[in-house]
């Protein structure tokens, strides 16, 4: 069975920062394509991040330099380190798992950026 746990969410103030994580199983980690998504409130879910079995990154426009993918293979887990976080940055935070040709959601983890 496989499963996605994320975790780290929470409330932070404008300026700060939060680290996300997605602990995978049940598949063999370090060939999966691993991204993070985001849905705010009213608004379709986005593609936040990406990051490759080599390891290649790709970012949405809105988080680039201010956001950074990572996974460890031998945690079986990807990371979402954002900072300089902003109020439009609320929402709820979903990891995404491409394996082969199988798709698997997070239950996602919520993040709100508020003073």
């Known amino acids: 069975q496989v499963q996605l746990a994320e975790s780290g969410g929470g409330l932070v103030q404008p300026g700060g920062s939060l680290r996300l994580s997605c602990a995978a199983s049940?598949?063999?980690?370090?060939?999966?394509?691993m991204d993070w998504y985001r849905q705010a409130p009213g608004k379709q879910r986005e593609l936040v991040a990406r990051?490759?079995?080599?390891?290649?990154?790709n970012y949405a426009d809105s988080v680039k330099g201010r956001f950074t993918i990572s996974r460890d293979n031998a945690k079986n887990t990807v990371y979402l380190q954002m900072n300089s976080l902003k109020p439009e940055d609320t929402a709820v935070y979903y990891c995404?798992?491409?394996?082969?040709?199988?798709?698997?959601w997070g239950q996602g983890t919520q993040v709100t950026v508020s003073s």
């Open positions: 995404y798992a491409l394996y082969g040709v199988r798709q698997y």
């Open positions: 049940g598949i063999i980690f370090n060939i999966a394509r």
């Open positions: 990051i490759t079995s080599g390891g290649g990154t």
